[in-house]
Each structure stands twice: as C-alpha cells, then as structure tokens.
C-alpha cells in the first residue's frame, strides 16, 4: 500500500485481533487525518525494519474499521506499548534496542531505577516515599517505621500485582491482585511467615518487587484518593500541564486504578472536602511545580519525550508524594469527568507534535 502522506506509526501490543488501547488509537487516527497525515498501528513482531515494511493496522474512516495493511516503515514513532508481560516485555525490549526508526518517545526506567535517579534531584527528595527493593529482611526495617506499606512489581501498570500490608495489633493483613486480577487476602501472624509469604509470591510473579513506605490517602472516607497529571510537550518542544484530576476507589480496592474500580473525581473538589482554600493552594501549586520538574530531569538523562502521566499522592496532613510516573499515560480519566478540553488536547498534542516533526524536517 503505498501511502504518500506522512506516516505516523504508532507502536503499541496486539494479541491477534486484540489491539491495546484501541478506542484511544481511533481518535488518534481521526486526528491524524485532520493533519493530514496517516497513522499505522503495529506491534513489534509487525514490523520488519530491514525489509522496509510493516504489516499494521490502518484505521478505514469510512468503513469505521481497522484494516490490516502492508505499509512502508512509518516517518516517526509514537511508542505506546505498556503490556508488561515478562515475555512480551522481554521482546518489545529487544526490538527497541536495534530499532533504528525516529520515535517521538525513548524509554524510561523501571520503578526502582526511577526512585533512585529521582533520589538524586534535591527538589524532588521530599516528595518521594520511602522505597527499597523487595529483599529477605526489609519486611521487619519497614514495618517499623510504617503501618502500611506497599508492595510493587517494578514495572506493572493498572494497579496489578500490587499487595498492601497492613500492620494490625498483632498481626500483618496482606491483600492485593494478582497478575489475573485476582484478590489475594491473606492475615498472617508472624513476621517471617509473612516475609516468606510475600517473598514467594513475588517470586512466583516472575519479576522483580519494590516495598514503599504506604501513605494515608483516605482524603474522603472509606476512599483512597490520589490525583494523576498529564504533562505533555507542544510544538515548540515545550511542557505544559494538559490537565490535572483526582481519583478515588473504595478503600477494600488497595489502589485507586481506573482497571480496578477507581472512579475520577475534580481535584477541587478532592481537596475542598478537606484543606482551606489556602491549602489547597498550596496544595496545588506544589504538585504544579513537581509536574513541570519531572519531564525536564527525565529527559536530561533517558532522552526525549512527548508526554508523561503523574500520579501524586496528598495525605491527610496536605503533603505532597510522587507516587508513580508513567511514559504511556492513559487520558481516559479527563473523559470520565467531563474535561472535553483537556481529553481533546490530550488526544491531539501527540499527532501535533508528530507532525510538527514531520512537516518541519520535508
């Protein structure tokens, strides 16, 4: 097929005829076509970069279908694979090493990578909680300090394989999801039962854990509340917020990810029930300010990016952590609270930045 207009690729995880993150992708392919640009959606197994071909998906406007089509090798690459499969991880890695393609977005590092460079920036130290690898004997050092804590695979996204441990009188309650998203529950008495619980659970997942200092976020009652920042670059390669909004889940859930029961909530309206307008001020302007730091300290180090989604904790006390940062953010929450604006914008600041590229450099 071939396909004169700029093409956009973008890389994403397919499973036979399931396509990750389809919804988002047709609006993308809308939007492209507005640029006039055409966009084609592969997996790495689609494509082969020394034959000068992909077998992707092309949206058909007209048909409201995605058709599969041999293409040339896209102009410029927006990567949104996030199935964190070991093996389909495993293989989406090694493709992006020798990829030779131009990609709107590099690579990050995994959870405990992260807090480690995030370490290094004094302007982000306080706003990081306390985190170590999940090793024989930290179980009993942090249990100490913390009542709760969290336990989480180092690269994982909607809330799976994540365990909360809570200290109760005399016993640990150890409840989360697996990989399948099924709830574990587990209330175990002794402190080495407990360790060899979780250590051979995170062993059985088949990837490495971290174990985070656990915050009070039950900003609402009964809630864990926390609030997710999209930050994304415009044409002139510059970082702006696109939007900023709360979610809550009910506190039984462990995590307040949309996939696993979390509702979108105004951050306003998170904080008013809590802060004084002086506060949430406060408040809010830290978690501004964290948001444009990132992105910059990121990029001085992994390379370019084009968008990041941030997930802020604000406990009970109005302090401010960053809980996770995240390369292949999603944008659903913005629809969900009836921020068109900010979903719109969203949606559309990658293709224009993307054809921005291209139109610049023909």
Known sequence: MTINQ?????????????????TYLTSLAMVAETYGCKLVVYSPSDIRE?????NGFIYNSEMKTWQQRKTRLPDIVYDRFSNMTPESFKKYAAYRKVSRLRYLNDRFAHKWNAHCFFSRNSELVPYLPDTAPMRQGILAKMIKKYPILYVKPVNGSGGKGILRIRREKNRLEIIGRDRQSCVIHNSISSLSAAERFLLLWCQKQGRSFIIQQGLTLTLLPNSICDSRVLVQKNEQNEWHITGMIGKKSPEALVTSNLQS????????????????????EHIIADIERISLILPRYIESKFGNFIEFGIDIGIDTKGRVWIIEVNTKPNRELFRLAGQTDAYQTAIEMPIRVAAAHLYSHH
Do not use: D, N, W, Y
């Not at 020394?50 to 992909?54: A, F, P």
């Not at 029961?261 to 949430?280: T, V």
């Open 6 to 22: 700029p093409l956009i690729g973008v890389l994403t995880h397919r499973r036979g005829a399931f396509i990750a993150g389809k």
């Open 50 to 54: 020394e034959k000068g071909i992909v």
């Open 261 to 280: 029961g979390g509702q979108a909530i105004e951050l306003e309206e998170l904080l008013h029930h809590r802060f004084s307008a002086k506060e949430k």
